[in-house]
C-alpha cells in the first residue's frame, strides 16, 4: 500500500470505529434513561449503581467491536495469518500496549497505527462519556 493508500483507509476504518461508537453510546445515553426513570423509586444504591453498570458494558461491547473489526481487516487484507494472531495485534494495538512481537511490514505502518489511534480515542471517548455519565447521576442523587 502507499503511503496516501494508507492514510485514506486508516482515515475511513477510523470513521467506521468512531461511527460505531457514536451511534452505540447514543443508544446507551436511550438505555440508561429509560433504566433510570424506572429505577426511581428503587433503593439510592441501584439507582446510582445500574446506569454505571448499563454503560460500563455498552463501551466494552464497542471496544471490544472495533478490535474484531481491526481483526477482520488483518485477516481479510492477508496481512496476518490466522484469527489469533489478528485479534492478539488488533488488541494490542489497539490498547496502544504494543509489545511489538507482532509487526507489520513497512508498507503497512502507518496504516496499522490508525488501530492504535483508533484506540487512543475510542478510549478518550469513552472515558469522557462516563465521566459526563457519572456527574449526572451524582448530581441527580445529591440533589434528591
Known sequence: MTLTQQI????????ICFLIEI????????????????????K???SIAAPICIALVFIVAIHTFQVWLWAIVWVLGDVLPDWNSALYFSLVT?????????????????FGAFASV?????????TAFMVALMTQVFKEELMS
Do not use: K
Open 8 to 15: 485514506l483507509w486508516g482515515s475511513i476504518y477510523l470513521g
Open 23 to 42: 451511534i452505540f453510546l447514543t443508544w446507551c445515553t436511550q438505555v440508561v434513561r429509560v433504566a433510570s426513570l424506572r429505577l426511581e423509586n428503587s
Open 44 to 46: 439510592r444504591f441501584v
Open 94 to 110: 489497539f490498547t496502544t500496549l504494543g509489545y511489538g512481537d507482532i509487526v507489520l511490514g513497512e508498507p503497512l505502518r502507518i
Open 118 to 126: 483508533t484506540g487512543l480515542l475510542a478510549f478518550g471517548l469513552s
